[in-house]
């Protein structure tokens, strides 16, 4: 994970830096709060620790001076620099410590706010983007702004000072020197940094190889099966041999690479400086210079070199930052959907009676407006009467039911719950009273009891035991030895699919929902999973209005009405007696396929 967090942020978008840019990026300042005054004070430690810095080349010039003179200068310069050397020790910590208190605060508030908004956001939304996209806003993301803000920010600050103070003082030092200086160190400098960016990039080339080839790796363990089935065991090794020899390719190509950039440095950047204490020697020969004063001017150079080739990759991770925060303020001002946060006023909404009904509903994703889903869909369901959707794949039955819970909304038509819009009603107030048992259940990583919890949270136990009961999941949860506490694993894996059904079951019969919506809950089960998980949606369903969508028709057989969706339109309506006695019915049809299951 974390190598994966890192080629993320290594490839992150870089933004320029610019007053715009910056600007939009204060924006982040806002959730410093009450710790603005942390900031101010490190920024003004941040000052001091780059102007220490600066005077210890100064120092050691004269402490060398001083050791030409007599043993009491000697030591005064000794305790000057020993105190400017505690000072700057002080300061360093402060300024980090500051610094990092001041960026995890905000982060903390960004974290929040990011994440509260994010699931909040409308579903249009959220199905239009990747999981993993959205997941690294709040990991990669602000992990880039959190190294920026903690470590970049004040060394491209520290450095800036530095450089600018380096060279007044390289200037103050002898002028003659630092023309030389300026002629050779910044340009080897810059060099020396576009040369190592280019390595690195050729490098990243390298690891996205070895990471393609793992990938084969990968994908063959997974498909064994398939691979020996089909006796492809050579066209396997020959894919992986391939990418391997790109490997090997381009790893050379970066070796050379890096050769010449040690050449480069080695002749080019030391023999720069060799180049500047030869001409300082010769000036010191001539009597132009003081030997301390050749000593701090090498330093001075040293330290202004160093900080110009730092400063262009501090410039770099900032401009990548402003991208990062790009990302995550898109995400934090994308409007969400108005979700009550208020728990007594969630637990304090009038219940509904449970009839709804669809006017003339059209509707498309949002994604694929020009392919209509819903044409014209009208139908309506009294309280407490049970509703079957049935139709092939892609008629429209599992959007009907989003479009109950306003996962979203239609472009024409009109929804009523109780014979009012649904439009009318808090959103919150509206979910809070349905409950969705889905074909695949997805329960979370913790305890059975956490999952079922999640239909109310303020259960308490009995009535969490007495709905595991009524689910039909008592028996299979009793026999764990950690019981109600059994962890379920990622994503549910160490359940079974009837059990993770069950599972969901208690979980909507906790909520005691007023409208009950099954999405083909049985129809990946076996038969003896399928009869248990039928009986206890037989208890679920009881006085609750329900929308079942079908896949298999034996489970809908008692159905009030079954509605017969087709293209996105309803071709038939009627009770199982009515429909399966019309001979050019798509539902006789549909029942004669499964008549395996259905005797006609």
Known sequence: ??????????????????????????????????????????????????????????????????????????????????????????????????????????????????????????????????????????????????????????????????????????????????????????????????????????????????AESNTIVDETLQGIHNVKAFANEYFEIFRYGSSTAKVRRQAVQVGRLRAAFASFIIFGLFGGIVGLIFYGAYLKQQGLMEYGDLVQFMLYTVFVGGSIGGIAEQYNQIQKTLGATDRVLELLNEPAEAVDMDADTRNSYPRINGSFAFENIHFAYPSRLETPVLKGVSFSANAGEKIALVGQSGSGKTTIASLLLRFYDPQEGRILVDGKSVNEYQLTQLRSQMAIVPQDVVLFGGSIRENILYGKPEATEEEVIEAAKMANAWEFISQFPEGLNAIVGDRGIKLSGGQRQRIAIARAILKNPAILILDEATSSLDSQAEALVQEALEKLMRGRTSLVIAHRLSTIRNADRILVLQEGEIRESGTHEELITNEKGLYRRLNMMQSDIIPA
Do not use: H
């Open 1 to 210: 994970m974390a190598r994966t967090d890192s080629k993320e942020r290594m490839d992150m978008p870089r933004v320029k830096l610019s007053r715009e840019s910056i600007k939009k990026s204060l924006q982040l300042f806002s959730f410093i709060g009450p710790n603005k005054w942390k900031f101010y004070l490190g920024m003004l430690f941040l000052v001091g620790t780059g102007a220490t810095a600066l005077a210890f080349p100064r120092l050691i010039g004269e402490l060398l001076k001083a050791a030409e003179a007599d043993w009491e200068q000697l030591m005064q310069w000794g305790w000057v620099l020993l105190g400017v050397f505690t000072a700057q020790t002080v300061f360093s910590y402060f300024r980090i410590y500051l610094f990092v208190d001041v960026t995890e605060c905000m982060l903390e508030g960004v974290r929040k706010a990011t994440y509260s908004n994010l699931v909040r956001l409308s579903m249009s939304y959220i199905t239009q983007r990747r999981a993993g996209e959205l997941s690294s806003r709040i990991s990669a993301d602000i992990s880039q702004i959190q190294d920026t803000f903690t470590t970049n920010i004040a060394e491209f600050l520290r450095q800036f000072i530095i450089i600018v103070g380096g060279i007044v003082l390289l200037f103050l030092t002898s002028i003659k020197l630092a023309f030389a200086m300026l002629l050779i160190i910044p340009p080897l400098a810059v060099l020396t940094v576009i040369f190592g960016y280019f390595v690195r990039k050729k490098s990243r080339g390298v690891q996205d190889q070895v």
